[in-house]
């Protein structure tokens, strides 16, 4: 695995004939470097492609390195329990063992077709026989918290975590009911961490094994049905928010040492339709061989849509073989394609 890090700048005035010349060689281009273009790299490199993977951030692993690298994934195959970290190093080592190229702060703004020669041009330098998009959701940035922060709190509220240790000897809030919201206060509750979940409902959208956890903890408190309604700080540092019931209107004040909003994220994705694929309410529209609209472009991951898509990791790996196989058996029909590792044929 090569790994290349470069601020790119392109100029795309110059001529196709200089292009020609000039452009770096593939037979297929990775957009995208989380986990799912990770292992399509490795798949595809595995079947003798030469491969490139483009990565518009300076880090490699996508969501699970950025924004939950010490959360612990439980629906990763072989896996009972993995962090985000974790499987981006094994997915990053898998990757070493093939001759895959990363060309990571690297963003895709054009994808044309290469007139001198079958594939496509991206960015007018670098040409590839076929493509797969692998952007997951796009860009991504935390829905923020509605009021009011004084400066001299703000640098106590979070919106993940990267090292759990932190928060040791604290009491820690967690601002919503959703995944991210258990999951993250059963991290710290497992570290020994005193938190209280503060949900507008009475029920929670989790895993009822989490939530069980959450219940039998002596570390954790779930505080329903409250809304945060104002942010102070006490004249000792701490963090008071003052809470809402948004069933009887009555309130309450809690102290703590810091917040964790967990209200999710603002994902944007809207930089495909610069590169003429069909989308469907902002995700790709693929067909079952993950082929998008234009001809040698694929899309994989939480980047597309199809009936009864599920958005998890390890579907995008399967998403993967199924894409760089129908590249194989386009690019070389004659050609006996070994599908799996445990072909006794």
Do not use: C
């Given at each position: ?56 951030l ?9 924004i ?16 985000g ?92 009911g ?93 930089f ?47 998403e ?19 599908l ?6």
């Amino acid at each position: 695995m090569k790994l290349v890090n470069i601020n790119v700048k392109v100029d795309i005035t110059k001529s196709k004939r200089w292009q020609i010349f000039m452009e770096e060689n593939y037979d297929l281009a990775i957009i995208g470097a989380g986990p799912v273009g990770l292992y399509a790299g490795y798949f595809a490199s595995l079947h003798g492609l030469s491969t490139v993977i483009l990565e518009s951030l300076a880090q490699v692993g996508g969501q699970p390195a950025q924004i939950y690298p010490a959360k612990e994934l439980l629906d990763i195959p072989v896996f009972s329990r993995i962090t985000g970290d974790q499987l981006t190093a094994n997915l990053s080592n898998q990757l070493s063992t093939e001759s895959a190229t990363i060309k990571t702060n690297y963003k895709v703004e054009t994808i044309d077709q290469n007139k001198a020669a079958a594939g496509l041009i991206i960015n007018g330098e670098l040409s590839a026989k076929s493509i797969i998009i692998a952007t997951g959701l796009g860009a991504f940035s935390p829905k923020k918290l509605p009021l009011d922060i004084p400066e001299s709190a703000r640098p106590h509220f979070h919106y993940f975590i990267k090292d759990p240790a932190a928060f040791t000897s604290k009491r820690v809030a967690v601002l919503g009911g959703g995944d991210s919201a258990l999951d993250w206060a059963d991290l710290l509750q497992q570290n020994g961490v005193d938190v209280a979940v503060i949900h507008r409902r009475n029920k929670f959208r989790g895993l009822d094994r989490t939530i069980a956890h959450l219940n039998d903890s002596e570390h954790a408190e779930l505080i329903t049905p409250y809304l945060p309604i104002q942010v102070t700080s006490t004249p000792s540092g701490q963090i008071k928010l003052s809470l809402k019931d948004v069933t009887e209107g009555s309130t309450l004040e809690e102290t703590f040492d810091e917040v964790l909003v967990a209200y999710g994220f603002k994902t944007k994705n809207d930089f495909v339709d610069d590169w003429g694929v069909k989308t469907d309410n902002g995700f790709i529209h693929v067909n079952r061989q993950m082929a998008t609209n234009r001809p040698a472009i694929y899309a994989i991951g939480d980047a597309v849509t199809y009936e009864s898509r599920v958005p998890i990791i390890a579907l995008g790996f399967g998403e993967a073989q199924i894409a760089i196989t129908d590249i194989m058996r386009s690019r070389f029909p004659e050609k006996k394609i070994t599908l799996h590792s445990t072909s006794i044929k």
